[in-house]
């Protein structure tokens, strides 16, 4: 039984949905056609029975209107002794001949039978006393047919009172039969209703229990999608019971759940291995710069540096190389400078001091092609500034500006005071800088020092960055350049206010 | 673990009981339909007894309770006798008289008449041409003596007037003085002659009491359908010559008269005799508004009918004259039959 249940829903849920709806809807059109054929019949069949009920006074009416026909059909022919009316007589009493076969001839205790009885025995006489006068009446017997016509008319008068009565009994008794018949109809009507209304109620209870069948895994299938647009993947797996196409879209949304999922995971480990990359490669950057520093630093041991300059300025005043001591002497405070005022500030004597440290170094490297004008107001020398930046603006101005020019490069460092501003300006006659790369510099887009170059390392952005910060103000620094090969000056002007003298 | 697949399937379930239902009433629809039908008696199923014979009872006033229980009786002893009795008249539309009704059964070819005749010419002609085509005719409580018929089956009506006058000596005073016969007017009507006769001769026999006594008849044309009651009222109304004793040879003007009594407060001042037991007759003569009244054994009179016409069918021969026992019923006697009515 379990496995007639068990085959039968597995054969159910392998069906589509069309099949399953055609089938359903065919099912209940069926149940409510079988109804009503039903109901149709049993009215049918009450209806004839109905029918039947008065059929016995329809054969009733017929005879009585035979029998007229007769007794008209002799009358008339007595009065006129015409062959038609004759012929019409003798087709009536034929007519009539048969209807009377019909009737009962047995005694019984029923009266209706038994006045049918009398009717036809009643008949049979009235025919012989007819046919008599009929035959009188050809025999021209005019005394005997008068006489037998009394006595037709007579038996016709008797016998129509019979029919009559016989038919208003049957009339009542069929009536009796009737209202049995109607309260029968009546008792049918009530429980075709009924049932066809249970009919219908349990088709519609049908359709809704498949609609739902159809409805719930679709709501189900919802309500996951849902549950995964606002992230969570815990939910469980639409379960799938059938193999129709609701089942097929839940199976295919199933799978993509677990492919999502999967997916998601894929690109989480994905993105973890990239952080790690990246992480790697950062790290590896700082050891590299951090290396490059060692490396400099290892290169520039300042103490040694120093005390190497100094003996060597002590030989070559031993040995009388005057120049060459004094070069080397500049070189050492080039250098002390340098390593002394790394992290302190220095006052504006010190920087321009240094400034002619630097181009003495570099007169004797260039033999002298450098020339180097200073006009500085005596009382602003004692000004503080960040140090290290008035070097590398030479710097710059002598690798950038005068290198590679071929008339004579000249260097003027003017330094003044004008409406509470201290000016510091640096020009030279090179071949000056394009617009766009003085905006680039003031952007601070720079490249960052080439350590090959001759140079000491510290470039314009640098200076340029360290005077907004010690200052705290944008417009610390100005680059003019007329154009091409018309020079460049670069102005610091900066607030007088704040200078202080040094501590 | 039914349980538990009912549950999964409720629904389901439920549906299969629904449609059970549907099915069920149905199947039983249909049952019940085809047994109404055929209780309903729509089909002349109706299983009747058939007979050999067929007798026609003729009678005048079939209404009358007296022709009923005749019939009753009649219909019970042919049945013993495997025929059935038909009253020819009964339930027609038409109310036919007696002449007309023996021509109806003559032609219906029955094989025997039971007939209350009369003396008419015409009823004897049709007599005659009954038991020429083979029809046994027996003639009940009024006889048609000059035709063929096999037998008479009545009452002795010489011993009925005799009882009549005995009683009327009995009620006899010193004021009685005049009697009245009420009868039938048609002219031949012997079995009321032979009455009257019987009368007068019982009366008179006292001579002592009848010399004071004028016996008259009334003749009442029964013709008229309600010639009794006129005529009755009529002689109450006439209060010069108020009779004394009323003496009544049929139901009708039995009842009719002591109505009249009644009505006109005569209760005690008019005598009647009456005649067959009805229940309203047997109560008047309880309350002595009736003083005394002839009865008719009906039943023996039915079963003697048909028993005639059997003998008569099986033998060929039947005796010419069977009598039907009377009973004089006064205030004595009358509870008993009271009681049996009831």
Redesign the interface.
């Known amino acids: 039984m379990k496995r007639i ?1 068990n085959s039968l829903q597995h054969k159910w849920y392998t069906l589509t949905i069309r099949i399953k709806l055609v089938a359903v809807f065919m099912f209940t059109c069926f ?1 409510i056609f079988t ?1 009503n054929i ?1 109901m149709y019949m ?1 009215i049918d069949s009450m209806i004839s ?1 109905i029918n ?2 008065y059929i016995s006074n329809v054969n009733l009416n017929e005879l009585s209107g035979a029998l007229a026909s007769i007794q008209n059909g002799m009358t008339d022919y007595l009065s006129t002794k015409g062959s038609e009316s004759l012929q019409g007589y003798y087709s009536s009493e034929q007519r009539y001949g048969k209807l009377l076969s019909r009737l009962n001839t ?6 209706i ?2 006045m049918e ?2 009717i036809k ?2 008949s049979e ?2 025919l012989v006393v007819t046919r008599e006068t009929v035959q009188a009446k050809r025999g021209r017997n005019v005394e005997k047919y008068k006489k037998n016509y009394d006595q037709a008319s ?2 016709f008068a ?1 016998i129509n ?2 029919i ?2 016989l038919n ?2 049957q009339f009542k008794y069929n009536s009796d ?1 009737y209202k ?2 109607l309260i ?1 109809l009546g ?2 009507k009530t ?1 075709s209703m ?2 066809l209304l ?2 219908i ?2 088709s519609v ?2 359709v809704y ?1 498949l609609t ?1 069948n159809i409805t719930s895994p679709l709501i189900h299938l919802a309500k996951a999608a849902n549950q995964i647009a606002k992230g969570n993947f815990e939910i469980n797996l639409v379960e799938v019971k059938a193999l129709d196409e609701v089942g097929v879209v839940s199976k295919a949304f199933n799978q993509m759940i677990l492919s999502i999922e999967a997916y998601i995971d894929k690109i989480k480990i994905n993105l973890e291995t990239e952080n790690i990359m990246k992480a790697k490669e950062l790290i590896m950057t700082s050891h590299l710069k951090d290396a490059q520093l060692k490396y400099l630093q290892a290169q520039i041991n300042p103490h040694f540096l120093f005390n190497t300059l100094n003996a060597g300025a002590q030989l070559a005043m031993m040995e009388e190389a005057d120049k060459t001591c004094l070069f080397i002497e500049n070189m050492a405070d080039f250098f002390r400078y340098n390593i002394k005022k790394i992290n302190e500030d220095a006052t504006l004597e010190e920087e321009i001091r240094l400034v002619d440290n630097y181009i003495y170094i570099l007169n004797v490297r260039f033999s002298g092609e450098i020339h180097f004008e200073k006009t500085i107001e005596e009382d602003l020398m004692k000004v503080c500034v960040p140090s290290m930046i008035l070097q590398p603006i030479v710097e710059n101005a002598i690798n950038y500006g005068i290198r590679e020019v071929s008339w004579q490069g000249v260097i003027k460092l003017k330094v003044y005071e004008e409406a509470d501003h201290i000016y510091i300006s640096i020009q030279d006659n090179g071949v000056g800088i394009s617009q766009g790369k003085i905006e680039e510099i003031m952007r601070g887009e720079i490249i960052e020092p080439d350590l090959s170059k001759n140079s000491n390392g510290i470039g314009l952005g640098n200076v340029i960055n360290r005077l907004k910060l010690y200052y705290d103000c944008e417009d610390i620094i100005e680059i003019i350049s007329s154009g091409k090969n018309q020079g460049t000056e670069v102005i610091i002007h900066i607030p007088s206010m704040s200078n202080k003298k040094e501590t | 673990m039914d349980m538990k697949i009912f549950n999964k399937h409720k629904k389901l379930v439920l549906l299969v009981i629904c449609y059970s239902i549907i099915i069920i009433i149905t199947t039983f629809s249909i049952f019940y339909f085809r047994e109404r039908l055929l209780s309903a008696g729509i089909a002349n199923t109706i299983d009747y007894q058939q007979y050999d014979k067929h007798y026609a009872i003729i009678t005048s006033n079939m209404d009358l309770p007296f022709w009923e229980s005749v019939y009753e009786e009649a219909k019970i002893e042919a049945k013993k006798h495997n025929a059935y009795v038909e009253y020819i008249g009964k339930d027609l539309s038409t109310t036919y008289d007696t002449q007309v009704l023996l021509r109806i059964a003559i032609d219906c070819a029955v094989d025997g008449i039971i007939i209350e005749s009369n003396e008419s010419l015409e009823v004897t002609k049709l007599i005659n041409e009954a038991v020429e085509k083979g029809i046994a005719v027996i003639t009940v409580l009024k006889d048609s003596p000059k035709s063929t018929r096999q037998c008479f089956v009545g009452i002795n009506n010489y011993n009925l007037g005799k009882t009549y006058g005995q009683q009327v000596l009995k009620i006899w005073d010193k004021h009685t003085k005049r009697i009245l016969v009420l009868m039938d007017a048609s002219k031949q009507n012997t079995n009321q002659n032979i009455i009257y006769s019987s009368i007068r001769e019982a009366i008179l026999q006292d001579a002592a009491k009848s010399k004071q006594l004028d016996i008259q008849t009334v003749a009442i044309n029964n013709n008229n359908t309600f010639s009794s009651e006129e005529a009755i009222r009529d002689i109450i109304m006439d209060t010069d010559n108020l009779p004394d004793i009323i003496i009544c040879l049929n139901s009708i003007d039995t009842r009719c008269a002591y109505q009249a009594v009644v009505d006109h407060n005569k209760v005690g001042k008019i005598d009647i005799l009456g005649y067959y037991n009805s229940q309203d007759i047997l109560s008047a003569v309880q309350k002595e508004i009736i003083h005394s009244t002839i009865s008719i054994d009906a039943k023996q009179m039915g079963a003697l009918c048909v028993q005639a016409l059997d003998e008569y069918k099986a033998t060929g021969h039947v005796s010419d004259y069977l009598p039907v026992d009377t009973q004089l019923i006064t205030l004595k006697n009358v509870n008993n039959y009271l009681k049996k009515e009831n």
């Open positions: 249940i149940i109804v039903f049993n029975k039947q009920v047995t005694i019984t205790d029923s009266h039978l038994l009885k009398n025995n009643m006489a009235y007579d038996l008797y009172t019979y009559n009565s208003n009994e039969n049995v018949l029968s008792y049918l429980i009924t049932i249970i009919a109620i349990s209870f049908l229990i739902h």
